[in-house]
């Protein structure tokens, strides 16, 4: 049996970290296997997955590949913004094409990945919702031609 030390960094403990990690590298792995490999009862591991869940730590997601699920267009879209960057942020991230929303600092204020059935559809995304938020000084788009690299498996760092 494995065995992982219990200090905390971060607000998650190394058990928490071990966790996470090992749901990352398959969301499906069973608490027992999990609880071999920290150390723990198939009860505990239930149970901190569960706090880790109910926080907002993580997400037990299925990740599909675009392509494959019919996505006709992906595009990364920065964002400046006139005014303070928080309510524009939130307004875009209510949208559902909109599947990633992230302030920054540099040449753009936000960054905004965007699913759409079509170049049509991202089009309409791009013109009449995001271009006609207030707030939105200028957009720049980058469209995807080819998703060579998606992971979630960087860890808890």
Not at 23 to 30: K, T, V
Not at 88 to 94: F, G, P
């Amino acid at each position: 049996m494995k065995t992982v030390t219990r200090h905390r960094t971060n607000g998650l403990d190394d058990v928490s970290k071990t966790i996470v990690a090992q749901l990352q590298q398959d969301g499906r792995r069973s608490y027992a296997t999990i609880g071999r490999a920290v150390g723990l009862s198939e009860a505990a591991v239930r149970q901190r997955v569960q706090r880790l869940l109910d926080s907002g730590v993580m997400q037990i997601v299925a990740v599909t590949d675009p392509v494959q699920v019919g996505v006709g267009r992906q595009a990364m879209i920065g964002i400046q913004v006139e005014g303070e960057i928080q309510p524009v942020a939130t307004q875009l991230a209510q949208m559902s094409e909109v599947d990633y929303v992230v302030i920054t600092a540099g040449s753009f204020d936000i960054l905004v990945e965007v699913v759409a059935e079509d170049d049509a559809h991202l089009l309409e995304i791009l013109s009449s919702r995001i271009r006609g938020l207030p707030g939105v000084r200028t957009t720049e788009t980058f469209v995807y031609l080819k998703l060579e690299k998606q992971t979630y498996s960087w860890g808890t760092h």
